[in-house]
């Protein structure tokens, strides 16, 4: 079956810098496009970057010019390097996976979430 196992959350101080995995398995990861996501309590999941098979790729502006996405299809695996790492980065972050290649709403395949805290 599908899985999508993130990991590489935890606690950094303002400025430092986590990457993030995740690990696909039961599908063809190379044909997919891959997005990580995050959320905060009571607050609705915002996309954070996604990157379809082609990697092309796209960001949300809070981000832009801090995180970059990437992929390594013979390890099957989708990366956030975060940087400039900022209070309000902290969320739980969500691996996504789906066959479209926009990110328009929320459907597809989902890991069970890493989180990410930022302390000043």
């Known amino acids: 079956q599908v899985q999508l196992v993130e990991s590489g959350g935890g606690l950094v101080q303002a400025g430092g810098s986590l990457r993030l995995s995740c690990a696909a398995s039961g599908f063809s990861f190379s044909i997919y496009s891959m997005g990580w996501y995050r959320q905060a309590p009571g607050k609705q999941r915002e996309l954070v970057a996604a990157?379809?098979?082609?990697?092309?790729?796209n960001y949300a502006d809070s981000v832009k010019g801090r995180f970059t996405i990437s992929r390594d299809n013979a390890k099957n695996t989708v990366y956030l390097q975060m940087n400039s790492l900022k209070p309000e980065d902290t969320d739980v972050y969500y691996c996504?996976?789906?066959?479209?290649?926009?990110?328009?709403?929320?459907?597809?395949?989902w890991g069970q979430g890493t989180q990410v805290t930022v302390s000043t």
């Open positions: 990157i379809t098979s082609d990697a092309r790729t």
């Open positions: 996504n996976s789906r066959i479209s290649t926009t990110f328009d709403r929320e459907y597809g395949y």
